[in-house]
């Protein structure tokens, strides 16, 4: 990961927890054991992924599971896949 790309996820990490975590959030989250936070975040990513998914494959009916699946990768890694 480049400086330039470090710093910018950085920002982006920054501006969400500015922007969409509660106080109250963040202390039910400091009481979580990282193995349970690492489970929240799992479970997140997933869905996040399902939600990519049904809307490329409402894009794009036509593609292939492997079509969709490169889709998806590029879109979870903002281009980098």
Same mark, same amino acid.
């Given at each position: 990961?480049?400086? *330039?790309?470090f710093?910018s996820?950085?920002?982006?990490v *920054?501006?969400? /927890? /500015?922007?969409?975590?509660s106080?109250?959030? %963040? @202390? %039910?989250?400091?009481?979580?054991t990282p @193995?349970?936070r690492?489970?929240? +975040?799992?479970g997140?990513?997933? @869905?996040a992924?399902? $939600?990519?998914?049904?809307g %490329?494959?409402? /894009? !794009?009916?036509?593609? *292939?599971?492997?079509? %969709?699946?490169?889709?998806?990768a590029?879109r $979870?890694? !903002? +281009?980098?896949v």
């Amino acid at each position: 990961m480049t400086d *330039s790309t470090f710093q910018s996820v950085a920002e982006e990490v *920054s501006a969400f /927890e /500015e922007n969409c975590i509660s106080a109250e959030m %963040v @202390a %039910v989250c400091r009481q979580k054991t990282p @193995a349970e936070r690492l489970q929240i +975040g799992c479970g997140m990513w997933r @869905a996040a992924r399902k $939600l990519v998914e049904a809307g %490329v494959r409402r /894009e !794009h009916r036509d593609w *292939s599971d492997d079509e %969709v699946n490169r889709e998806i990768a590029s879109r $979870l890694s !903002h +281009g980098l896949v």
